[in-house]
């Protein structure tokens, strides 16, 4: 289920920074398990044609962030969401569009992550995300950590 | 000591990827030990006005793979260079312009990279790069694994 709405209200935010509009990078789909983003490779191409790290690096990045900011509004709470850490693989070079998908490692509880939150205002989530070449093989990985911070006024932030 | 045609010619690598060009990430300076990048804050801000965690991994990714580009000609080589994993930690945000390096990270041995890269046509250097805010303060840092690919002929490539 895409909610057309969500989808917007994020794609928002992503156009809103410079360097993320500069990418082309924008959400494409949400099932509240995984957020998917996709970007073209013509704004996202190294000297050789294939994908730049970098902007693999924001794509899942940005992956993790979106789907924290998703699922923090389902639940009816806004939080400042900062990236604390990472770590990524890069698996093969990559000759196509830019598609990744970003959802809650496996073992993190989210509603623990949410009562944390509320008890504490602030609270830990680790993501993984991954891109995907044309075919749907894995070209790269990311495993990172957020940093949730309560905000009962503003909007969710981004680092 | 800054070499400004060496410099030059990294900024036309940085200059030729759209992703990189979009950013302003350029070399500044260069002293076969550190390369130091720079890139305007207006074109990295996120939707708080500090700098996108996306941009940070990209400016201390290229101070890596730029480190081993000017070196490896230093050294009369040309190869591929992809970069291969990275750890990457946020310390904290960052509101000034985008100031980072990179250097061999500390249990590395140049020459041995080099004389690997030789006899194998293929290597694996690790490197260390930060980001810093405008009082010298680390705001950021990485930990990367770099591929090397003798190229003969070829130009050195980003991954």
């Keep these: 289920m895409t909610d057309f709405d969500t ?5 928002g935010y992503f156009q809103a920074m410079p360097p993320v509009a500069a990418t082309g990078i924008r959400a494409r789909d949400f099932d509240g398990e995984t957020l998917r983003l996709f970007a073209p490779l013509a704004a996202n191409v190294n000297d050789k044609g294939c994908a730049f790290g970098g ?3 924001s794509l899942m990045t ?10 923090l509004r ?3 709470l806004v939080a400042e969401i900062y990236v604390a850490d990472s770590q990524i ?7 196509d569009d830019l598609i990744g998908d970003a959802r809650l ?13 509320r008890e504490r205002q602030r609270a830990r989530a680790a993501l993984q995300a991954q891109t995907f070449d044309g075919r749907g093989a894995v070209v790269a990985t990311l495993s990172a950590r957020f940093a949730l ?3 009962p006024t503003a909007d ?4």
Excluded: F, H, K
Aim: hydrophobic letters at 50%; aromatic letters at 10%; glycine letters at 6%.
């Design 7 to 11: 989808l917007n209200t994020l794609n």
């Design 55 to 57: 902007s693999l690096a």
């Design 62 to 71: 940005l992956a993790g962030w979106g789907w924290l900011m998703l699922n």
């Design 74 to 76: 389902e639940a009816g």
């Design 89 to 95: 693989r890069y698996l093969a070079p990559l000759y």
């Design 105 to 117: 490692a496996p073992d993190q509880d989210w509603p623990t992550i949410l009562r944390c939150l």
């Design 149 to 151: 911070i309560a905000a």
């Design 156 to 159: 969710p932030r981004v680092a």
